[in-house]
């Protein structure tokens, strides 16, 4: 028995994110995520690897995802709908609840912003929903007689999961993106001791240790507080989901404790819509924002306003969320023509922006002159902040999470490749567990555990249970040689229950393996004892 | 495995209660109160009963003269809570495990848990848990009004549990206190505290639903929603020998909790089958006073049941369940347009969600402007918190989640102020808004505590006013301390079980191999010309023992120990034997048998095993071989048995060598010598 692992994406890289793992005959896909750097066929996994004939109902059990980002669930409405997937689909209920929105936001940015051909349709969206089943966490889920499916708390974004999976007697995990330090508004991840044969696991941070995350917080705080103080704007440009929310709740907290009464905006695209997915889905942020929903529920947020055009010039300070994220069109991008020749104002960024958008260029370059298009140049005075704190554990996290588990064996995915290289190195040394990092389209081959059932007999069991003490005495003469402390530590008397019992495994023809007390043997013989 | 039912309960609001003993592990199946009989109770006097509350308790020497039911007959004093009686039989400190299986069957766990020495794992679903702590909050903030009236006594012992008080109740009051046999006197706890709840909740574990929790390494439990209420669940207990499935009160239609999850309880060796809800099926339903219900009758339809597996698709009980709810509320209607106020202290949180939904849409749909409140004093957190447990509710409720609506309309209705909210009746925002005619829910449906007793004392004279109530056993008992009753009555029945028609072929497709049913429902059923699995009936307050289960139990061996095992192989019986040597390990309910490499162990005892009969010949063949001159003769031994040989060998050594049946005894002053003759006597024999 073995397990084979396809990785047709995020295989030495970040981006569509696609794992196919062939457990005990059973093919399922992990994540399956779009490229946001490519336009190309390098946009999508590439699905004929799975099945040349394209049949992908018969070669593939179920498609479990993990999160909603794009780049885990980017290509699913494609694969279902154009490619012709038709079996389960399994995510938690918060992914189920926002992935379609992440879909639609991206398709109309593609088509209506971009002007692009695009991949799949709204109502493929809507029809590819369909076939999801929403999953709770820990909830065994029991796809088929042998193939069973449990999610674990990830903490990377809202619903994040970890996926547990058993078929006959081969176990693995594979993590999708997870945080181990809880957040503001989420927790830590959390999983059970497992035995695993496998684990899959990111590795974005492989290297990198971080250090607290709050330092991070205030440090962003701080700087937004300075630029409203002195009359600023303050734009924040993000997608829809997660971050808009995330930065949101830790603004709000800021508010009330400095009193502050400066306005905060979210742009018509974001939204309340959004917040109310997040409202409903406050049992999945972390404790300390779950005990406090009756008083106050942490997504009702006070202080925001919506956004109308006619304020883009009005005077004073505010602070405005915007989409798209990484200023890459839309409104985002209009805010910030208004906004950035004013170095009163201020403009934050993630760490990560793709290549090609107006947040790469701020981010990239100290060039004060940016080209929006042939016609229009930037003059950019605006100060720029870079969002130091990222939803991924660090090379630590996964170190822990790794000895925590303990699987036979380890594949890293999700990372850049000398990273993960360190890392591989790293676990094999100090862990003493092989581990792998395929690039895309390739695979691996691992064993899988075996089992062979039998039958044990009620005496055998119980004589197991037979309580077998042993007292030791331990006298002066065997301590002396150790030191004070050991001997201090050592009692005098020692106890040991070590229970033993004699089992023989008898194999009969066309019958069960069984395990008898050896006084069952000879009944099972016909045969009598001889003692010498 | 041992089961004893301890009480079957008595319908919604008094789920049953077993004791189950399986693997060695003690098992509590819920632990409810029984709340109706808080009905032998009066009410929290007015400063009008008080008159007859105190000359009740002056007049020292009544009499009863005629078994005569009247409010003053009721208990005026501090009431207590009666729970499980037979559960007092049994040593809280030796339960092992409790399983909730919904929020009602939690309400009389705080009773145990701050019992001495209690140390069972409390096993809860997390949304029944969370409802029934509100639930539990609510009941101890309404006892608080007792307490505040009569104040704390400092005798330990109420005077109404007396014999002699007994003797001179009403015979309905005497059974309620005491049960039919007059033994369940033991039953009566006072009330618990808010310390009690909070405790209590503190040594709870909580679950989802299919979420797999290994008691002590033997025990797999797993619940399934039930369909009954929020959380409510039955079990799956999986062990080393077997699986068993319990099955309490399920519903196959619920518009508000997650549906009866059938399938999961499929294939079980055996299947607790504990819903009662059929027992009141035949029961007449007594209609209001001044008010015929047409709908009150036997509301559970004729089944039209079809395959085995479409129990949902039978869509009629739900549009029954619908029609009644529009009934009610047209009712409710009428009487706000009537200029009456509707008083609803129903507690079945389905039923208040539905019926709110429903008479605000109809309100307005018939532009009656009238005020709607909720008056208790947890309704407030239980609004909110309905909200944000999409993972618990029912699919169509789920599907308001995915298209970003709200899963229950009043978070709508509480911004649109068209529902009002209030913790209790004395709180100022509601004196100051409160407007008649208004509908107004609020519990408790015992009609002895919370705010439907000050309600109820306001509307009982106005015959334009009307009282909706659950299904009550005695309707003539629960109106009593507010006779004489003017206001029109409502009484519904709303369904929380599986319908008679649909437990056998409910029972055929989950397959059980044993079923464990009901004594009292014995004669409603017929499993007679059952054979695809066998049932034993179960009566309270007896112990039945089913062996369901073979003696022995599934193990796995690891791989890599298998492949180091030695074969024997005993050529006549074609059986091949090997002697394990290996680490036993009991995880999540299965046996492994791992691979050891503690030295300790393997290096122990090795006193094998050996059978078969030394045949004497081989044996002196193999003395002559190692050099060993020897004779042989048959002769008895001290029993006398004939079958005993005598080997005696003279050179080199002297000794004697008895060959018995079942023993080979090696007489020699020389240890070397018969160390030398147990080796080759090792040789022959077979060993394990």
Known sequence: MAIETLVLGAGQEVGKSCVVVNINGKRIMFDCGMHMGYNDHRQFPDFSLISPSRNFNDALSCIIITHFHLDHVGALAYFTEVCGYSGPVYMTYPTKALAPLMLEDYRKVMVNRRGEEEQFTSDHIAECMKKVIAVDLKQTVQVDEDLEIRAYYAGHVIGAAMFYVKVGDAEMVYTGDYNMTPDRHLGAAQIDRLRLDLLITESTYATTIRDSKYARE?????????????????????FALGRAQELCILLEDYWERMNLKVPI????????????YYKMLIGWTSQKIKDTYSTHNAFDFKNVHKFERSMLDAPGPCVLFATPGMISGGFSLEVFKHWAPSENNLVTLPGYCLAGTVGHKLISGKSTNIDIDPDTQIDVRCQIHQLAFSPHTDSKGIMDLVKFLSPKHVILVHGEKPKMDSLKERIHSELEIPCYNPANNETVNIPSTNYVNAEASGTFIRNCLNPNFKFQKCNSVDTRDSTLIDRNLTPELQVEDERVADGVLVMESNKKAKIVHRDEVLLMLDEKKQEA | MKFTCLSKGRGFHFPPCHMLNCCGIRILLDCPLDLSALMAFSPVPTSLDAFSFEESNNNEKRQKIEDLLEAKSLIFAEPWYKTVNSLHLWNASLIDVILISSPMGIMGLPFLTRRKGFSAKIYVTLASARLGQLMMEDLVSMHAEFRQFYGLKESNFPPWLRQEELEILPSVLKEILAGKDGVELGAWMPMYSAADVKDCMLKINTLNYAQEVCYNGTLVIKAFSSGVEIGSCNWILNGPKGDIAYLSNSCFFSAHAMAFDYRSLRGTCALIYSDFSSLSDTQDIEDGDNYTDPTSDKLLPPSSFQDSDGFNLNSDEDLEEKEKLVFICSCAIECVKDGGSVLIPINRLGTILQLLEEMTTLLEA?????PVYIISSVAEELLVWLNIIPEWLCKQRQERLFSGEFLFAHVKLLKEKKIHVVPDIHSHG?????????IVFCPHWSLRMGPVVHLLRRWCGDP??????????????????????????LQCLFPSGIGLQKVQPLLKTLQPKTVLFPEDLRLKTNFSCEKSFSVSYYTEAETLKVSRQKDSSEIKIAADLASQFYWKTFKKEGINVNRLKGKLLMENGRHHLFLDNDKKTSSGNSSLLRCGLLDSNKFLAKLSKMGINASMERGTDDAGSTNVRIVHTEKPYKALIEIGNTSTAITTVDANVASILYKAIDNILDEV
């Open chain 2, 366 to 370: 018939s532009a009656t402007e009238v």
């Open chain 1, 218 to 238: 205030r440090e962003f705080l701080k700087a937004i507080h300075k630029c409203v103080s002195g009359g600023g704007k303050v734009l924040i440009p993000t």
């Open chain 2, 430 to 438: 509601f004196l100051k808004n409160w407007r008649e005619p208004c």
């Open chain 2, 464 to 489: 334009k006013s009307l009282l909706i109530l659950e299904d009550m056993e005695n309707l003539e008992l629960a109106l009593l301390p507010f006779k004489p009753v003017a206001m029109k009555v």
């Open chain 1, 265 to 276: 905006y979210f742009s018509a695209g974001l939204t309340i819509q959004a917040n109310m």
